[in-house]
């Protein structure tokens, strides 16, 4: 009877030196399990914010997002995609007219905010072209073409701001007949006018609206030299429109060679 007694007390203290580890091994494994169904399930947190620096090629084979993709094959455009495309009036004392400027990009930063709904804070490195005309009631009428380079940058609000610095060439007309001496007589001389260099230096502030659309007011200043053995300048205050160029590179970018 004592033997009976004791072989059962050795067999459930077997017994349960044999399930603690079986037990234990079976709460691991379900909290591993559990641990792995968490980790799967759990989603990574989004980052602040991301920042992508695009340095874009000068000679574009296949698209229109270099700078100055001068081809007119299969109707390629000379602006390019990612830039902008701006036009407006000019106000400058009694003088009134308007520019059209196109600014191609090929350096970008942006820096994006994926946990909230900010716009994107894009820095940009443009050059372009401009022409520009304006007219003085008592002087002469103005035509000019600038080569230009610009330093913008787009908050993650809606406001954005640049700086342009440009050089080219101004022709002007005279408003006043012209006539010239020669042999005697007096002859009228057609289109009378001067040239110049014309140089340029001007800020603006835009606010962006649907569409990546801006709309914009700047000043500038536009020197004439040599004008009288030196340069005049010119303060013009401009109002106008600016929109993205893939809106007119569209058609551009069809059929294009691969």
Partial sequence: MINGLLQKGLMLI??????VPLSASMDSTQVFAGDNQAMVLKPSPLPRKQMMRETLSWNPHHDTQGLFPFRWGKLMSPVSSRGTVASGFMLSNESKGFHVRF????KLKTVS???????????????GMELGYYSHPSLHRNIYVLGNTQWKYQARKH????????????????????YKL???????????????????MGTAAGYRIKGGASVYMGYSILSLAPY?????????????LSVPASVFTKRATRNLPK
């Fill in 14 to 19: 077997a017994l349960g030196i044999i399930g």
């Fill in 103 to 106: 600014d191609n990009p090929y």
């Fill in 113 to 127: 905010f994926p946990r909230k709904n900010y716009m994107a804070k894009v820095r940009s490195r443009s050059i």
């Fill in 159 to 178: 406001w954005n701001y640049s700086l342009t610095l440009g050089a080219g060439y101004s022709r002007t007309f005279l408003n006043n007949p012209t």
């Fill in 182 to 200: 020669k042999d005697g007589e007096f002859h009228r001389v057609p289109l009378a006018g001067y040239n110049y260099l014309a140089l340029q």
């Fill in 228 to 240: 009288n053995w030196f340069f005049i300048p010119r303060k013009q205050l401009q109002l106008g």
